[in-house]
């Protein structure tokens, strides 16, 4: 059983061009959460997306977009890239229950290096 | 942000010593909270979760207690090994919100 996977593992861009990262979430699985890790920090959300819409948004610009495919999988992309944005781009895949929680579990991430 | 994480505090200990990491969280609404493990350059790898109608969860060589009064989490690790080290996050799940809010990572570092 495949868990959570993301592409590309690593990414390097000039400030002002635009990037998109991918992840599968893990079988069974119909949410797909975002997030942002600056080096030493923790995790930052972004965004989730479920049944193809966002749900839920963290403090991020409009440059920060997304999307849900009917399997699942989903896109993270960003526009207009600055210094700032370089960082390591997680995926976390859930199964949905809305008013519980549930496991969520991480991709490997994705490492934005904006030069 | 809704997480912080400005200078990582860390734990050291011996090789084979028990380990605690603790953690408060910031919402009193949430109710399900998630431990995870996060070597370089990897993703956080989930350790063990508990939910907010329990104090206490064991789970192979880890528990975690929670203490709801004053909005505590706690990460015991038996025995700990050279391979636990890693940095750990506490995770809550903020209530009606559906998302993930991480807290401040603890380095780990096991000495052999």
């Known amino acids: 059983d495949a868990g959570v996977t993301q592409s590309p593992t690593h990414l390097i861009k000039t400030r002002g061009q635009q990037v998109t990262l991918r992840c599968s979430p893990k079988?069974?699985?119909?949410?797909v959460s975002w997030y942002q890790q600056a080096l030493g920090q923790g995790p930052q959300f972004i965004f989730q997306?479920?049944?193809?819409?966002?749900?839920q948004r963290g403090n991020f610009p409009d440059r920060f977009s997304g999307h849900q495919f009917p399997n699942y999988s989903s896109e993270l992309n960003v526009n207009a890239l600055l210094l700032g944005d370089s960082a390591l781009y997680l995926c976390?895949?859930?199964?949905?229950?809305?008013?519980?929680?549930?496991?969520?579990?991480f991709g490997q991430g994705t490492r934005l290096t904006v030069v | 942000g809704e997480s912080v994480g400005l200078h990582l505090p860390t734990l050291s200990v011996q090789e084979g010593d028990n380990s605690i990491i603790n953690c408060a969280y910031s919402?009193?609404?949430?109710?399900?909270f998630i431990w995870y493990k996060q070597e370089s350059g990897k993703g956080p790898q989930f350790i063990i979760d508990i939910r907010s109608n329990m104090d206490k969860r064991q789970g192979q060589r880890v528990t975690v207690l929670l203490n709801k009064t004053v909005k505590h989490l706690s990460l015991q690790i038996a025995a700990t090994q050279p391979g636990d080290s890693a940095v750990y996050f506490c995770a809550e799940w903020g209530g009606a919100t559906n998302k993930l809010i991480f807290g401040t990572g603890t380095l780990l570092a096991v000495q052999p």
């Open positions: 919402n009193s609404a949430s109710d399900y």
């Open positions: 997306y479920y049944e193809e819409e966002e749900r």
């Open positions: 976390a895949s859930s199964s949905l229950a809305p008013g519980l929680g549930t496991e969520a579990f």
């Open positions: 079988s069974g699985h119909d949410t």
